[in-house]
Structures are given as structure tokens and as C-alpha cells.
């Protein structure tokens, strides 16, 4: 069966600090993999997609990037974090051309 | 652009009750329309609709769709406290990736 592991749970970080979160998917090959951020009582943003390795698609300009290393690895950074990146990530996979997507068990991060 | 828009944004009610759950949608290329239920964490898949009129059914939750008003509803009869979340509708896109589009969500209150 498929799994996704999302780490860490939570994360505290200062303001002009680094980010790297990271996410791998199980019992699958070429998935679609996409970071997501909810901020308090918004509904889910897309930031990026990838359908392959070193494909990275962004939805929206910011301060994050990603990228995609391996098959199954997703990585989600920042260079200098803000405020504003506060909010809650969740890192999510489907089948290509398939219905429907599982989700990690989200990242809670906290910009000080 | 396309959009996807809950109603209400947030519901409180008591045990017992029922409750309907509203999504509509302005997008082009309609794939799918995806139902999430969202405690504490990782939102959890529900139903997915793709077709207008088939009633989805899981205990007390059913779903529906009508792709000719472009909306669908969510019902949770017999509400019980577990059923307190953020209720996610997404609207998958045909042609690409299937990037989904998510609502900003209902939050639901159950009270004993």
C-alpha cells in the first residue's frame, strides 16, 4: 500500500532563517506531488507541483521554492524565512492521470 | 479564473441534527469534484463525484452533484461531536495535471 511521510510536525523558526521540509511517498513510482499552505481559516493554497523529477511547476511567486531530487522526495525551502510564511504545509501525492489525492500529516510552522 | 465557493463558512449545531454542506463552482474543464474532512491535521478523503445526480453514501454522509448548476452538497445526518471539522470541497481540472482547486472550507461544530 501507498504511504506518505511528511516531517516535522512542527517547526519554530526565526525570521530570516532557512526552511527545509520534506516529504516521501511509498509504495508508488512517478507520482504527482504537489506542497500545499492553509492559513488560519483559509482554505487549501497550491503553491507547487511536480509530475516528474527536477519538474517543478509554482502556482503562486514567493518567498519558497521546491524541488524534487528523487522519484518519491519532494523538498519544500526557503533562503530566508518571513512572517507571513506562517501557516500550516501539507504535502500531498496522486497518480498520474488518476482521481483523487492522499495527504501527509502536515507541518505546522511558526515564523518568530 | 476558476473558483470554488463553500457555504456557510462555518456552522454550529447539536447532536442529532442535520446538516447541509454547499459547493459551487465556476471553473472550466470540470474533471471531478473532491469532498475532504479535515480535524486536526491531514484532511481525509470522502467522496469523489464526477457524474451529476449519483448520490455517493458513507454511513450518514451522502453527497451529490449537478453539473448543469455547477454545485454539489454534502449531507451528514444524525450529527454526532466526531463530526466536528473542516469540510474541504475540491474541483479537479481535466487536461494537464488535474490540478484541484479547494474552497476555503466549512468549519462544523457539533455540540453534545
Known amino acids: 500500500s501507498q504511504t506518505i511521510h511528511q516531517w516535522p510536525a512542527t517547526l519554530v523558526q526565526p525570521v530570516g532563517s532557512p526552511l527545509s521540509l520534506e516529504c516521501t511517498v511509498e509504495?508508488?513510482?512517478?507520482?504527482?506531488l504537489y506542497w500545499y499552505r492553509q492559513a488560519a481559516g483559509r482554505g487549501l493554497q497550491l503553491l507547487f507541483y511536480?509530475?516528474?523529477?527536477?519538474?517543478i511547476s509554482s502556482e503562486v511567486p514567493q518567498n519558497l521554492s521546491a524541488s524534487r531530487p528523487q522519484d518519491r522526495q519532494f523538498i519544500l525551502s526557503s533562503k530566508k524565512l518571513l512572517l507571513s510564511d506562517s501557516g500550516f504545509y501539507l504535502c500531498?501525492?496522486?497518480?498520474?492521470?488518476?482521481?483523487?489525492?492522499?495527504f501527509g500529516s502536515g507541518t505546522r510552522l511558526t515564523v518568530v | 479564473e476558476d473558483k470554488v465557493v463553500q457555504s456557510p463558512l462555518s456552522l454550529v449545531v447539536h447532536e442529532g441534527d442535520t446538516v447541509t454542506l454547499n459547493c459551487s463552482y465556476e471553473v472550466t474543464n470540470f474533471r471531478s469534484l473532491l469532498w475532504y474532512k479535515q480535524e486536526k491535521k491531514a484532511p481525509t478523503f470522502l467522496f469523489m463525484l464526477t457524474s451529476s445526480g449519483i448520490e455517493k453514501k458513507s454511513g450518514r454522509l451522502s453527497s451529490i452533484l449537478d453539473k448543469k448548476e455547477l454545485f454539489s452538497i454534502l449531507n451528514i445526518t444524525a450529527t454526532q461531536t466526531g463530526d466536528s471539522a473542516v469540510y474541504l470541497c475540491?474541483?479537479?481540472?481535466?487536461?494537464?495535471?488535474?490540478?484541484?482547486?479547494f474552497g476555503r472550507g466549512t468549519s462544523l461544530i457539533v455540540h453534545p
Open positions: 500531498a501525492w496522486s497518480r498520474q492521470g488518476a482521481y483523487g489525492y492522499t
Open positions: 511536480s509530475v516528474g523529477i527536477g519538474q
Open positions: 475540491a474541483v479537479e481540472l481535466s487536461g494537464g495535471s488535474y490540478i484541484p482547486t
Open positions: 509504495g508508488t513510482s512517478n507520482p504527482n
